[in-house]
């Protein structure tokens, strides 16, 4: 019996007693208000994403015990993104998850972007946070220049988010990951904080060790978009990672370096002045202009036309090309993750193809998230080739490229099954393990039996997994029901059971691999599964359990719709 069965056998057995909540006095009529509607967890298929979906089967077998009924719904990814992006009224909460990119290793993302009250309609925010007090914080820190202050601003905005609980934090996984020693140099992988070696740096240092010259990694999930304005997913962002270039990257150590701008310099708090290298090209042979790069920057703050990334140029007052090799940006207030948040994460686009675009944009319903290049062009380290829907992504390096690959070419391959994952690996047919969920034991034991093939890395993810609660609709625009949801949820149980040991259980959105910004006083308040505490808190709050129904508190009335 594996780790995974002996946990799950040993929760179902806690789920044998359900403990009354209110007692007998609760079941007068007029004690209480409505029952609550049935509510429906939206999660992804088992197959596509078994860690996440056996957390969602644990979590709403505690949230059972509270009187609630729950109902599970798989749906595909990308149906499931359309609901929860772009349907926000509609739906009442999610599994959903915050992939660590390196951009991210600064919390401001993760901070102002995620919760902050000016990107509800469209944004991060898809929850629908809305805390004056906490958007002060985040507003705070963004702006704050000097490290400690701003440690300390941010450790403050964990402390809220802990109070008010508009997700149920669940877990930050830790990344296992292995390569093929006998197809790359061992000592030419790179290894990144809070990646590990899924990341920019190595797929552009992987030297070849004989024939075979293609890095080729798995996908557990299809690529939804290849476009500069939208990353909807974890494999989308390593494609644009590597097809488009920034202005600066974030570095192996998780601090920001020039890339596409050769220096990088501020005068004064507000202005920040890049230098661009020469000789950039786009994949099309046409070269990277300043132009181009002033257009990458203003193009998402056109109207609504880039949600994702509108957010990340607000605070650009202006961006001019001051002549043909420096861009000046001028900024409306100091912005100490500038470097991070937004000049190593915005694509440098080409105007040429992408100004028509957007205007066409302007006069349809869609925005720019919508638009499918028949052939994506950057100018990064690598060019496209092709993709097939469900099967795989194929890059080849580009050999104009200051930093040209080691590799020949970059080929995803999308093998949703864990098993097929493994095979495929011993098998040759993959040469990098980028992305997987099973039991990391086999991993491990296939190690062992071929130790001069396979290398393999761990590192805890700037990311995290959660429960996503849709704060505009009731019960979950109660602050006290979202703690007590959130206090029943046993996150050691699900880091055993569903991500097979392979997680850390999470309080807060700031990684524990990000530890000058993560509050530790958070970790040590992890909610472990506490029932009778979640049930305490339900009855403080007014709510009563009769004949089996968690109701409203008294007089409050269900006026919600169901989500169908």
């Not at 007693?17 to 298929?45: E, F, H, K, N």
């Not at 959903?96 to 944004?123: C, F, K």
């Not at 105007?351 to 062009?377: D, G, I």
């Not at 493994?422 to 034991?445: C, T």
Request: glycine share 6%.
């Amino acid at each position: 019996m594996n780790r995974r069965a002996i946990l799950l056998a040993a929760s179902a057995l806690t789920g044998l007693s359900r403990l009354p909540l209110g007692g007998a006095s609760a079941q007068a009529q007029g004690a209480q208000g409505d029952a609550i509607r049935p509510l429906v967890l939206i999660t992804r298929p088992q197959a596509a994403a078994p860690a996440a979906y056996q957390a969602a089967e644990l979590i709403a077998q505690e949230w059972r015990k509270l009187g609630l009924q729950i109902e599970l719904r798989p749906l595909p990814n990308q149906q499931m993104s359309q609901v929860v992006w772009y349907e926000r009224q509609r739906w009442d909460f999610t599994m959903w998850q915050m992939v660590g990119r390196p951009e991210r290793g600064d919390p401001d993302e993760m901070v102002y972007n995620l919760l902050h009250s000016a990107n509800i309609a469209t944004g991060y925010n898809f929850v629908g946070y809305n805390n004056p007090a906490y958007d002060r914080l985040a507003e705070a820190q963004r702006s704050e220049m000097d490290q400690a202050r701003r440690q300390a601003l941010v450790r403050q905005v964990q402390e809220v988010v802990n109070q008010d609980q508009p997700y149920a934090f669940l877990v930050h996984p830790v990344n296992l990951q292995a390569f093929n020693k006998q197809v790359f140099v061992e000592s030419s992988a790179v290894n990144q904080a809070g990646l590990g070696i899924r990341n920019f740096w190595n797929w552009i240092s992987l030297q070849p060790a004989g024939a075979q010259r293609d890095i080729i990694v798995n996908s557990t999930e299809p690529v939804k978009a290849t476009n500069p304005f939208y990353v909807s997913g974890a494999p989308d962002s390593w494609v644009t990672d590597l097809v488009w270039d920034r202005m600066m990257r974030v570095g192996p150590d998780g601090l920001p370096q020039p890339w596409a701008a050769e220096k990088v310099e501020q005068p004064d708090a507000l202005t920040i002045i890049c230098t661009m290298r020469d000789g950039m090209a786009f994949h099309n042979g046409y070269p990277v202009t300043t132009e181009d790069v002033v257009f990458s920057f203003e193009a998402p703050g056109v109207g609504n036309e880039s949600p994702m990334y509108r957010p990340f140029v607000q605070n650009i007052a202006s961006v001019v090309a001051t002549d043909a090799k420096t861009v000046r940006f001028t900024l409306k207030r100091p912005d100490a993750a500038f470097r991070i948040a937004v000049l190593a994460k915005l694509n440098i686009v080409q105007k040429k193809t992408w100004a028509p675009v957007l205007a066409e944009y302007q006069n349809r319903p869609e925005n720019l998230e919508s638009y499918v290049e028949e052939r994506p062009v950057g100018s990064g380290p690598y060019r496209f080739v092709r993709s097939r829907v469900n099967e795989e992504v194929v890059l080849e390096a580009n050999p104009n490229h200051w930093a040209k690959p080691k590799a020949d070419r970059w080929i995803m391959r999308i093998i949703t099954n864990t098993e097929a994952t493994l095979g495929a690996f011993r098998r040759g047919e993959i040469n990098v393990l980028a992305d997987y969920f099973g039991d990391p034991d086999l991993v491990k034991e296939m190690a062992a039996q071929l130790p001069r093939m396979i290398a393999v890395k761990e590192e805890v993810d700037i990311g995290f997994q959660f429960v996503g609660m849709n704060l505009r609709r009731a019960p979950f625009s109660d602050a006290a029901f979202r703690r007590a949801l959130s206090a029943a949820v046993n996150r050691e149980m699900m880091a055993g059971a569903a991500w097979n040991g392979q997680a850390v259980p999470a309080n807060s959105m700031v990684s524990p691999a990000l530890a000058a910004w993560h509050d530790e006083g958070i970790a040590g308040r992890v909610p472990g599964g506490n029932l009778a505490g979640a049930q305490r808190l339900l009855q403080e709050a007014g709510y009563r359990v009769v004949n089996g129904r968690l109701h409203y508190p008294a007089g409050v009335r269900e006026t919600t719709t169901p989500f169908q």
